[in-house]
């Protein structure tokens, strides 16, 4: 298995639009299926099925980027132990500031309103729905 999602699928790096990841996963998905009468290669398709998975969007594909970013100093990809922040600290602190002046916006505005207790609630989850991608577990 390889950890490039881009090599599973034998697609390039650059220039790729949705409908060139959902070709590649197609032609392999027919060509690996487990219900194949040949039985398929379970392993290739469950490998190519998570590539898809993580490359069928633009945002998705700029994450494997990230992932696999060979710059010195860079982190690459995750390890399996601990916790760690990927090489998108700087992204993370990005989103946070923003969380934290959108909440205060909005209190500075209405005060403790419910419609500022909303927002902040939306902020919050908002954090952890797109921060969670910045931290990984090692």
Same mark, same amino acid.
């Given at each position: 298995?390889?950890?490039?999602?881009?090599?599973?699928?034998? #697609?390039?790096?650059?220039?790729?639009?949705?409908? +060139?990841?959902?070709?590649?996963? %197609?032609?392999?998905?027919?060509?690996?299926?487990? +219900?194949?009468?040949?039985?398929?290669?379970?392993?290739?398709f469950?490998?190519?099925a998570?590539?898809?998975?993580?490359l069928? =969007?633009?945002?998705?594909?700029?994450?494997?980027?990230?992932?696999?970013?060979?710059?010195?100093?860079?982190?690459?990809?995750?390890? %399996?132990?601990?916790?760690?922040?990927?090489?998108?600290?700087?992204?993370?602190?990005?989103?946070?500031? =923003?969380?934290?002046?959108?909440?205060?916006?909005?209190?500075?505005?209405?005060?403790?309103?419910?419609?500022?207790?909303?927002?902040?609630?939306?902020?919050? =989850?908002? #954090?952890?729905? =797109?921060?969670?991608?910045?931290?990984?577990? %090692?």
């Amino acid at each position: 298995m390889s950890d490039d999602p881009f090599r599973v699928l034998g #697609l390039p790096r650059a220039d790729l639009s949705d409908d +060139d990841v959902r070709a590649a996963w %197609r032609r392999i998905a027919a060509a690996t299926h487990p +219900d194949r009468d040949d039985g398929g290669d379970p392993a290739r398709f469950g490998a190519a099925a998570a590539a898809y998975a993580m490359l069928r =969007t633009g945002y998705g594909r700029g994450e494997a980027l990230a992932d696999l970013d060979p710059r010195p100093g860079s982190q690459g990809p995750p390890s %399996r132990r601990g916790w760690r922040v990927r090489g998108r600290a700087g992204l993370l602190a990005a989103r946070v500031v =923003t969380a934290i002046a959108v909440c205060a916006g909005a209190f500075a505005v209405a005060g403790w309103a419910p419609a500022s207790i909303a927002i902040l609630a939306g902020a919050v =989850t908002w #954090l952890f729905a =797109t921060g969670r991608h910045d931290i990984a577990r %090692r």
